[in-house]
């Protein structure tokens, strides 16, 4: 099976930098990605890491270390609307390729 | 806009009735996922779909079921509704079944069951 850990909550500043960390158990790691979302609302995908190191899109990064099972988003330059959940959802192998998710971050910015 | 379509967008019914929800793939892609969202248990795989057979099997209840058609929508059937089937359930599609692909989410039903 498959463990992934985050954490429940996190509040930030608007205009500040957060880093939303995740943590996983894998058979076969084949893949992580986080994807955001709204309350209510479908999830969006924002990054896809299989290689270790970072992946820059914008104002988000997602960084990969594969040896340690461990995967952080970056957020910088907070606006209000990134208040949302993180979704942490890796693939494995060992589960016939599918994606599980972690529980999701919440994120709060405050002006 | 994820080109990831769902209907009917919310559901209201009673225990012990069957539902059927929808769900339309993006243009060219093979593969349909279902997801069950509920407050307790964040996002949780049902089943995929890829060009009309079964090919995943997650924590789906026997009492649900779904399929994809030729035209490669996909339906899912829940029957013998209980309480604890409220939630969001989502649909997701991708172009193939391979493991880099990317699946992009439809808006979703939210299901009552009063």
């Known amino acids: 099976g498959q463990n992934i850990d985050q954490p429940t909550e996190m509040t930030a500043t608007e205009g500040a930098i957060v880093q939303i960390n995740c943590t996983y158990q894998?058979?076969?790691?084949?893949?992580l990605f986080w994807y955001q979302q709204h309350a209510g609302e479908a999830p969006t995908f924002l990054s896809y890491n299989v290689l270790d190191g970072l992946e820059e899109k914008g104002r988000f990064s997602s960084f990969l270390s594969r040896s340690k099972g461990y995967s952080y988003l970056l957020l910088k330059e907070l606006q209000m609307k990134d208040s949302a959940s993180y979704l942490c959802a890796v693939r494995d192998w060992g589960a016939g390729n599918m994606l599980t998710f972690g529980g999701g971050t919440r994120l709060m910015v405050k002006p | 806009d994820s080109g990831v379509t769902q209907t009917p967008k919310h559901l209201i019914t009673a225990t012990g009735q069957r539902v059927t929800l929808r769900c339309s793939p993006r243009s060219g892609d093979l593969s349909v996922y279902w997801y069950q969202q509920s407050l307790d248990q964040g996002l949780q795989f049902l089943i995929q779909y890829y060009n009309g057979e079964e090919r995943a099997k997650g924590n789906i209840l026997e009492r649900f079921s779904a399929q994809q058609f030729p035209d490669l929508h996909s339906e899912l059937n829940l029957s013998s509704l209980e309480l604890g089937d409220s939630a969001l359930y989502f649909c997701?599609?991708?172009?193939?079944?391979?493991?880099?692909?990317?699946?992009?989410f439809g808006p979703g039903t939210r299901l009552l069951v009063l």
């Open positions: 894998t058979s076969g790691f084949n893949g």
């Open positions: 997701a599609s991708a172009p193939g079944t391979s493991g880099q692909e990317t699946q992009y």
